[in-house]
């Protein structure tokens, strides 16, 4: 029951007022480059949400992709050579 009672706690901490939600929506638009280049920068709250959604989806597959690009080329180059030393210091 007090598990019940402090999420019920949290849930009344964390509301948002309408204010605060459009603020928020505002924000994520200017970061969405597919809402960000259109002409109008109207946007409807769900068009937003699922354009952010599409967009994370996008970033971790660059994020994935070059992660395995990444592996590929640090697999192909020997480990003492400057190329390697490079990309050592890059990724540390």
């Given at each position: 029951?007090?598990?019940?009672?402090?999420?019920?706690?949290?849930?009344?901490?964390?509301?948002?007022?309408?204010?605060?939600?459009?603020?928020?929506?505002?924000?994520?638009?200017?970061?969405?480059?597919?809402?960000?280049?259109r002409?109008?920068?109207?946007?409807?709250?769900?068009?937003?949400?699922?354009?952010?959604?599409?967009?994370?989806?996008?970033?971790?597959?660059?994020?994935?992709d070059?992660?395995?690009?990444?592996?590929?080329?640090?697999?192909?180059?020997d480990?003492?050579?400057?190329?390697?030393?490079?990309?050592?210091?890059?990724?540390?």
């Amino acid at each position: 029951m007090s598990s019940r009672r402090s999420a019920q706690s949290s849930n009344e901490a964390v509301r948002l007022t309408d204010s605060q939600i459009l603020q928020l929506l505002s924000k994520l638009q200017q970061l969405l480059p597919e809402i960000r280049n259109r002409r109008s920068n109207k946007a409807s709250a769900s068009k937003v949400l699922q354009e952010t959604c599409k967009y994370v989806r996008s970033l971790h597959k660059e994020v994935d992709d070059l992660s395995e690009r990444l592996s590929h080329l640090l697999s192909t180059i020997d480990d003492e050579s400057p190329e390697a030393s490079v990309i050592r210091s890059l990724i540390m």
